[in-house]
């Protein structure tokens, strides 16, 4: 299956589109797939077992209450945030759960939904599901991976869809094979050489193979409107976030402080890198308290494409509309490349699709562009994930208004060269990717290594 950027970009819940959004779509599609094989009638008992990275750090991600969700048949993109925690402390104490809203089965957590530190080998982000019988017969089993940006395969390494995706497949496109194909970064410039247009535009041709160009511009300005609506949430927030460390809310009070000091910005060259921090963190704080977010392309990175993309539109001028939906195209494109070639990894790669995407707008070549989103992953690599008490809080928050901070230099950087240099994008997405499989483990979003055990929890 080609992806798509829409892919790349969902609308859904925080805190992690790897360990809450993949967990909660596979659970349901277990119970769909229970539905349509045999009915709910004869299930008396649901078993979840959670695999590697979703057990080590599931409770922190909220890897629990996904799966929970995800078995009442409740989708990520679909659920109101707000009906969340009342939804899960009925489930808890009522001591059942009602598959899909429609069949109740007794569910008790600690019988039920079970923590293997051991990793399937696949990939360190798997979950068994198991259904049983009245007489403790097994009736279906099956095992699904999260495998990052909201990515849910099956053990054949078949793509799981939710609802809307897979209605969204055929939305009035061409349904013929891709105009312009590309895997690779060099493809993507020899595809803007071959037919003179910018890479958002052969980003657009690309989508006429599951949408019309109306429905593609709509998707575009619904995320867009999405990301704003983080910002503006988090920024209206105080208090603390969940999790034993009650880190408090930083947003809310930055902006109050920012939009008082008006004048004081004027003596400041650098105030506006308080805005895009404040941004970002407004995004990653809400992420953080299971709000409403755009995976992009995860939700521990949701904070820096919406940070730069504020950028564009509060400080750029001449930003509008059409500006906004080539960003997101750009963006998208330079994301498939790493999806295609390495992994949707995290902060790292949404630096690097937000800084190829702010040079686009601000007029760069499709070779500049390029540029841009080399850089803006070149001088992360070998970046950790090691989330302090297994929450996507510390480093999280702070690393995606850094990212969006490196993101713009990166752009800069670019626009002021031809588009020539040493190191291509597709060199260094090969880097990225050899560097991942030689750094061990503990450092992978498993709050075994780095800061996660330096910092003692308070």
């Given at each position: 299956?080609?992806?798509?950027?829409?892919?790349l970009?969902?609308?859904?819940?925080?805190?992690?589109?790897?360990?809450?959004?993949?967990?909660?779509i596979?659970?349901r599609?277990?119970?769909?797939?229970l539905?349509?094989?045999?009915?709910?009638?004869?299930?008396?008992?649901?078993?979840?077992?959670?695999f590697?990275?979703?057990?080590?750090?599931?409770?922190?991600?909220?890897t629990d209450r996904?799966?929970l969700?995800?078995?009442a048949?409740?989708?990520?993109?679909?659920i109101d945030p707000?009906?969340?925690?009342?939804?899960?402390?009925?489930?808890r104490?009522?001591?059942?759960?009602?598959l899909?809203?429609?069949?109740?089965?007794?569910f008790?957590?600690?019988?039920h939904?079970?923590?293997?530190?051991?990793?399937?080998?696949?990939?360190?982000?798997g979950?068994?599901?198991?259904?049983?019988?009245?007489q403790?017969e097994?009736?279906?089993?099956?095992?699904?991976?999260?495998v990052?940006g909201?990515f849910?395969v099956?053990?054949?390494?078949?793509?799981?869809l939710?609802?809307?995706?897979?209605?969204?497949?055929?939305?009035?496109g061409?349904g013929?094979?891709?105009?312009?194909?590309?895997?690779?970064?060099?493809?993507?410039?020899?595809?803007?050489a071959?037919?003179?247009?910018?890479?958002?535009?052969?980003?657009?041709?690309?989508?006429?193979?599951?949408?019309?160009r109306?429905?593609?511009r709509?998707?575009?300005?619904?995320?867009w409107q999405?990301?704003?609506?983080?910002?503006?949430?988090?920024?209206?927030?105080?208090g603390?976030?969940?999790?034993?460390?009650?880190?408090q809310r930083?947003a809310?009070?930055l902006?109050?402080?920012?939009s008082?000091r008006?004048?004081?910005?004027?003596?400041?060259?650098?105030?506006?890198?308080?805005?895009i921090?404040?941004?970002?963190?407004?995004?990653?704080?809400?992420n953080a308290?299971?709000?409403?977010?755009?995976?992009a392309?995860?939700?521990?990175?949701?904070?820096v494409?919406?940070?730069?993309?504020?950028?564009?539109?509060?400080?750029v001028?001449?930003?509008?509309?059409?500006?906004?939906?080539?960003?997101?195209?750009?963006?998208?494109?330079?994301?498939i490349?790493?999806?295609?070639?390495?992994?949707?990894?995290g902060?790292?790669?949404?630096?690097?699709?937000a800084a190829?995407?702010?040079?686009?707008?601000?007029g760069?070549?499709?070779?500049?562009?390029e540029n841009a989103?080399?850089?803006?992953?070149?001088?992360?690599?070998?970046?950790t994930?090691?989330?302090v008490?297994g929450?996507?809080?510390?480093?999280?928050i702070?690393?995606?208004?850094?990212g969006?901070?490196?993101?713009i230099?990166?752009?800069?950087?670019?626009?002021?060269g031809n588009?020539?240099?040493?190191?291509?994008?597709d060199?260094v997405?090969?880097t990225m990717?050899?560097?991942?499989?030689d750094?061990?483990?503990?450092y992978?979003?498993?709050?075994?290594?780095?800061?996660?055990?330096?910092?003692?929890?308070?």
């Amino acid at each position: 299956m080609s992806v798509s950027v829409f892919d790349l970009f969902k609308i859904g819940i925080g805190p992690s589109s790897s360990h809450t959004v993949g967990p909660m779509i596979a659970a349901r599609q277990f119970a769909v797939a229970l539905r349509d094989s045999m009915g709910l009638a004869p299930v008396h008992r649901v078993v979840v077992e959670l695999f590697g990275s979703l057990a080590a750090t599931g409770i922190g991600h909220g890897t629990d209450r996904a799966v929970l969700l995800g078995l009442a048949g409740h989708e990520p993109d679909r659920i109101d945030p707000d009906r969340i925690g009342p939804t899960v402390e009925a489930i808890r104490t009522g001591g059942h759960i009602d598959l899909l809203g429609m069949h109740r089965v007794a569910f008790i957590e600690k019988e039920h939904l079970l923590f293997r530190r051991k990793s399937l080998p696949f990939h360190p982000n798997g979950l068994s599901l198991h259904a049983h019988g009245a007489q403790g017969e097994l009736l279906l089993t099956r095992t699904y991976y999260s495998v990052g940006g909201g990515f849910v395969v099956d053990e054949g390494g078949q793509r799981v869809l939710n609802s809307v995706e897979a209605l969204d497949q055929g939305a009035a496109g061409s349904g013929t094979g891709l105009p312009h194909p590309y895997r690779t970064a060099a493809e993507l410039l020899a595809q803007c050489a071959a037919t003179g247009q910018s890479i958002a535009a052969v980003t657009l041709a690309n989508e006429g193979h599951w949408h019309s160009r109306a429905h593609v511009r709509q998707r575009l300005l619904q995320i867009w409107q999405t990301m704003a609506g983080a910002v503006q949430r988090g920024c209206a927030s105080h208090g603390s976030l969940p999790g034993p460390m009650r880190l408090q809310r930083r947003a809310g009070q930055l902006h109050q402080t920012l939009s008082g000091r008006a004048e004081e910005a004027l003596r400041d060259p650098l105030s506006m890198l308080d805005w895009i921090n404040l941004y970002a963190m407004a995004v990653n704080e809400e992420n953080a308290a299971g709000g409403r977010v755009v995976t992009a392309p995860t939700n521990g990175a949701a904070g820096v494409i919406p940070a730069v993309l504020h950028y564009y539109v509060k400080f750029v001028p001449g930003a509008d509309e059409d500006g906004i939906a080539d960003f997101l195209l750009t963006a998208g494109a330079i994301g498939i490349i790493y999806k295609e070639n390495a992994s949707l990894s995290g902060a790292e790669v949404a630096c690097s699709m937000a800084a190829g995407a702010l040079a686009a707008v601000m007029g760069g070549t499709p070779a500049q562009v390029e540029n841009a989103a080399e850089i803006g992953m070149e001088h992360n690599l070998g970046m950790t994930c090691d989330p302090v008490g297994g929450l996507v809080q510390i480093p999280c928050i702070e690393r995606n208004a850094m990212g969006a901070i490196k993101a713009i230099n990166a752009a800069r950087m670019a626009l002021r060269g031809n588009g020539t240099h040493m190191v291509s994008l597709d060199q260094v997405i090969k880097t990225m990717m050899q560097t991942g499989a030689d750094m061990k483990s503990k450092y992978k979003e498993t709050s075994r290594g780095g800061l996660a055990v330096n910092v003692v929890e308070c």
